[in-house]
């Protein structure tokens, strides 16, 4: 295939990540919630729900996407959020919620892996072995593109529509979009290969896939540090919405909008700016290895984001510090993906990369479940204590992993 075509596929694959992130619902999700009546413990029991969903199928989705075909498996992933945004639509109680939060689950579970394993997939076959961090960061550039334009636009719609639930209406043009850009990728990279489904077989492949990610030394510790630090930030994540609306603004910069209003501004041009940086800091995440062994430079981030979120527990009340605490723990994660998933996929055979990528994502479900109700029940009573904790196990974390890798290399 010449450069060209080469140069096409990679920008398809970019902009798949671009429709796939015009969530405009995405900043205003526990604003929401909040608004229809839910304290921030049932939002986190709607996050565990979607956690032990996405937990349960993550395996077997890795398995279908390997032995069914990754187009196919993408093809129902989205079918399942656009139902999800439907049901989000129309919901107004908590029951209704954990419905649609379990059509989102599927769908995520779904999609996590099968994409990069597709692209992990292209370059091996056209012999583009090298270039995986390079190219993953530049495909995930694009993504977080995609996020800034959605909390940019977002804001507009926001203000405008009658309520916030309608954003997940406006959430389906782009998804379906996408789901046709699916379908326009090469055929070789469906990689199907059985036609008809066996249970016996698929059983049979979930066992060696969890036996093979926990009889390798080597890939058991890559899959817990990329998922612990993955659920420790997808945690918190969305936890500066109700941040800044707690505030008191000190400047309203548009005389025409109320300080509700302002707050709806002010996250959506955080999350555009935070997204923004965040895309520079991925298509760039494979010039840090001139820094250091990526090993080292992952292990550190723990210690400084544990330190930023330290920082943040004591200053709640400034938008200023929110703002770069979580941009700083925007970048780091978008510096670090890049290099877990180039040390994964090449810490592991070629024809389980989607399934191992999906034991990561299961185990990352797992902690995420387990946790987020604790998380919601401490910040419904303190922010502050909520980053304090988490901050702190960031930090043991780090000295752990230190003690754990002198002792393996003595």
């Known amino acids: 295939m010449n450069e ?6 990679i920008i398809k694959f970019g902009f798949y990540g671009l429709l796939k992130n015009l969530r405009f ?36 989705s890795g398995v279908i996407a390997d032995r069914y075909g990754k187009k196919t498996e993408l093809y129902a992933c989205f079918i399942f959020y656009i139902i999800s945004f439907i049901i989000f639509f129309f919901g107004t109680s908590f029951f209704v919620f954990a419905i649609a939060m379990f059509f989102f689950a599927l769908g995520e ?17 056209e012999d583009m072995k090298d270039s995986k961090s390079k190219v993953y960061g530049t495909t995930r550039s694009y993504s977080l593109i995609g996020s800034t334009i959605m909390s940019l636009i977002s804001i507009v719609f926001v203000l405008y529509l009658p309520e916030i639930k309608y954003l997940f209406l406006i959430a389906i043009i782009p998804y379906t979009l996408d789901l046709f850009l699916i379908m326009s990728y090469p055929q070789s990279l469906n990689e199907r290969q059985d036609s008809n489904f066996n249970l016996k077989e698929f059983i049979k492949h979930n066992v060696e896939s969890i036996k093979y990610a926990f009889s390798h030394w080597k890939v058991t510790g890559l899959l817990l540090n990329a998922s612990s630090y993955q659920a420790g930030f997808k945690s918190i994540k969305d936890y500066i919405q109700p941040l800044i ?25 955080i999350y555009a700016v935070i997204y923004l940086v965040s895309a520079y800091a991925s298509k760039q995440a494979h010039k840090v290895e001139k ?60 024809d389980k990369r989607a399934s191992m990528l ?16 604790l998380i919601g029940y401490i910040a419904d009573h303190s922010m502050s204590l909520l980053f304090t904790l988490v901050g702190i196990t960031m930090i043991m974390i780090f000295f752990a992993s230190s003690i754990f890798t002198k002792r393996q290399n003595a």
Request: aromatic share 14%.
């Open 245 to 269: 609306v707690s505030m008191a603004l000190g400047v309203l910069v548009f005389d025409s909008f109320n300080q509700e209003e302002h707050s709806k501004i002010y996250i959506g041009v």
């Open 25 to 60: 619902f995405e900043p205003y999700m526990i604003i929401f919630f909040t608004m229809s009546g839910l304290s921030l413990f049932h939002v986190g029991l709607l996050y565990s729900i979607r956690e032990i969903i996405v937990y349960i199928f993550e395996i077997p």
């Open 109 to 125: 579970a779904f999609r996590s892996g099968t994409h990069k394993s597709m692209i992990m997939a292209y370059l091996d076959h």
């Open 4 to 9: 060209k075509a080469h140069k096409k596929q």
């Open 358 to 373: 999906s034991v990561e994502a299961q185990t990352t479900s797992l902690l995420v479940a387990l946790f987020a109700p």
């Open 291 to 350: 820094l250091g062994s990526p090993k080292k430079i992952v292990q550190f981030m723990w210690l400084l984001s544990g330190g930023l979120l330290i920082i943040l527990s004591a200053f709640t009340e400034s938008i200023f510090v929110v703002f770069i605490v979580f941009l700083f723990l925007y970048v780091f994660l978008n510096i670090r993906r890049p290099l877990m998933v180039e040390r994964l996929g090449n810490a592991v055979e070629k």
